[in-house]
């Protein structure tokens, strides 16, 4: 072709935002569509775990190869995305000594680098540990921001003139003549859906429209929707969606990731997140890869396994609870009954090839710890199609606010915040802090819990490619409204923000969205402390807003008598197992 081939992007997760911004890299025109925010999807309900490989080192040591080499590439190009954990594969006295050598050795076959270390020093490691946990392996897992990562490389994509499309729905492929020439789109109305972005002079339609874009290829990457969007072009992709459930704790009660050293099994690992933790997961095959809200006792049973590793789990406050949805795919004939065993490697479809249908291809399954390596696979093989010489450049040059990540150890006290505020902002925005902090306009801390300022809520905002009234966007941008309070304290400070630039009615409409996404995850964690902390957020929004409605549903008759007194209370005693039907969980973090 002699042109620059246009590729459509169906699909605004870590792979989607990874493909174009490898596509704009090597100068092809590419544009991204997502229906939701950016992570959307799974990968905005994901653990936050950057894999070392280890936890496939016996079952699938393809995947473990990847994940390893893949990791040492995101630390490199995405240093202000990655928190550097560490990780631990710890054996209990009824775990078995043989996996445990399996373990071993399987992360030594993979280049993993591993250390065994005993119990004492495990614990002096992280003295929250058993007891009785008997020794454990060290490897170089790590904590990774899935909001920041995505955001990072749709930024850099739309500086290499890709356009970013959230809140744009794909409502139709377009197939003509026997081949796939675009997709048609309907943009979402209503406040913060003008997330838009690509080459300034280019008109974007309104809110609510519905657009047609032509392109020479497109790319299915919306992970387990993917077989929604090839059912559209009238081609089979068997996804096999695997719903994992995930709660957050209100403190880190570890600072490294702590792997059960057992075969394939539920609620296994706790990771280290920003000022929580994140416990998971279960792994339950589903057909629908949104109806299916976590049922109580599965996050009962994360927590009291988990505590049997970290003890004082427990007795601790749970924040919310939220579902993701693993995008497994298995080649046709494999016939698995068992969604842990289906690998977590990635596939590649080419329907021209599989189907008799040029225009199309879809990437499926993988994880967030190899999206980079999908990225460069896919481009590589569009490319191809098109004879565009061009090389990868993505696991070499940093993400944008990456480029210099000793400026974190700089800005202590270099914009008049206490240095703990200072450490959080830049550890954000990376070598973006100065430009975004360096204001002479007052900069007070807007979300306490995690330390966002004004400066970031507004240049998350209004700054180059802003989120604009879209709080939830803002949100995924700052982490502003996700700590202990989830926005009971913040949320109403937040809208504020938008004065002047919005009128009232789109502030009020902004901070609904906001309270609604954040009041979701917690329905189904509502006893104890957390109960209390749910009623006096909904105390003060009703004595300080008039905000007497149920900020989930907006109506005023939740019978808050019908949730739990107590997480010991058995399947059958009532309360929180009878909590309000229709209890949506998903939403991220």
């Known amino acids: ?12 997760g870590s792979t989607g935002c990874g493909i174009v911004r490898d596509l704009a890299t090597r100068g092809v025109d590419a544009t991204l569509v997502e229906k939701g925010n950016l992570t959307h999807g799974t990968t905005g309900r994901m653990h936050g775990l950057l894999h070392s490989g280890g936890r496939y ?41 043989e996996y445990f050598r399996e373990k071993l050795e399987g992360c030594r076959a993979c280049d993993i680098p591993v250390e065994v270390i005993d119990g004492a020093e495990a614990r002096r490691r992280e003295p929250y540990l058993a007891r009785d946990v008997e020794k454990a392996i060290t490897v170089p897992d790590a904590a990774v921001d899935p909001f920041r990562l995505c955001v990072a490389n749709a930024a850099d994509a739309i500086e290499h003139g890709a356009r970013v499309a959230t809140h744009a729905e794909v409502t139709d492929v377009l197939v003509e003549d026997g081949a796939v020439v675009g997709v048609e789109v ?51 992709v068997a996804v096999r969606p695997s719903k994992g459930v995930m709660t957050v704790m209100n403190v880190r009660q570890v600072d490294t990731v702590i792997n059960r050293c057992k075969p394939k099994g539920d609620a296994d690992i706790v990771v280290p997140h920003e000022t929580a933790c994140i416990l998971g997961t279960t792994d339950e095959e589903v057909d629908d890869p949104e109806d299916y809200p976590e049922e109580e006792w599965e996050v009962d049973r994360v927590i ?17 609870s939220f579902w993701g949805v693993r995008p497994l795919y298995e080649p046709p004939g494999t016939g698995t009954d068992d969604p842990t065993d289906i690998t977590r490697d990635y596939f590649l479809l080419d329907h021209d090839e599989r189907d008799d249908l040029p225009g199309l291809t879809t990437v499926v399954g993988g994880k967030l710890t190899t999206y980079r390596l999908m990225a460069e696979s896919i481009t590589d093989h569009v490319c191809e199609k098109f004879g565009v010489d061009a090389d990868c450049v993505t696991a070499d040059e940093p993400l944008p606010g990456s480029e210099d990540f000793s400026v974190l150890r700089d800005y202590m006290d270099e914009f008049g915040l206490r240095s703990p505020v200072g450490r959080r902002s830049t550890q954000r925005l990376g070598s973006r802090a100065d430009e975004v902090l360096k204001t002479d306009e007052p900069n007070p801390v807007v979300c306490t819990c995690e330390g966002v300022t004004r400066a970031e809520i507004r240049d998350a905002m209004t700054g180059e490619n802003g989120a604009g009234a879209d709080l ?11 700590g202990n309070c989830q926005g009971g304290f913040c949320a109403h400070a937040i809208a504020a923000e938008l ?24 329905r189904h964690a509502l006893w104890g402390e957390q109960l ?58």
């Open 472 to 482: 939830n966007a803002v949100r995924i941008r700052t982490r502003a409204s996700m």
């Open 304 to 320: 009291d396994e988990l505590a049997e590793l970290v003890p004082p789990l427990a007795d601790a406050r749970t924040l919310r």
């Open 186 to 236: 309907e943009h979402g109305d209503g406040p913060g859906k003008r997330s838009d972005h690509g080459p300034e002079g280019e008109s974007r339609p309104a809110p609510g429209e519905t657009e047609t874009i032509r392109a020479d290829h497109v790319i299915n990457a919306a992970g387990a929707w993917s077989g929604e969007i090839g059912a559209m072009a009238g081609v089979d």
């Open 57 to 97: 080192a016996v079952s699938d040591r393809k995947s473990a190869r990847e994940c390893i080499e893949e990791n040492m590439v995101v630390r490199d190009i995405a240093a202000h995305c990655v928190e550097e954990t560490g990780g631990l594969f710890v054996k209990r006295p009824e775990d078995s000594e």
């Open 499 to 522: 004065h002047p630039d919005y009128d009232e009615p789109t502030a009020r409409a902004a901070l609904d969205e906001l309270y609604q996404e954040r009041w979701k995850g917690q």
């Open 1 to 12: 072709m002699a042109s620059t081939p246009h590729v459509v992007v169906v699909g605004g």
């Open 532 to 589: 209390s902390q749910a009623m006096l957020s909904r105390t003060l929004h009703a004595l300080t807003l008039s905000r007497d409605a149920d900020p989930a549903t907006l109506d005023d008759d939740v019978d808050f008598g019908a949730f739990d007194e107590g997480p010991e209370n058995g399947p059958d005693d009532g309360a929180r197992r009878d909590a309000p039907a229709g209890a949506d969980t998903g939403g991220g973090r």
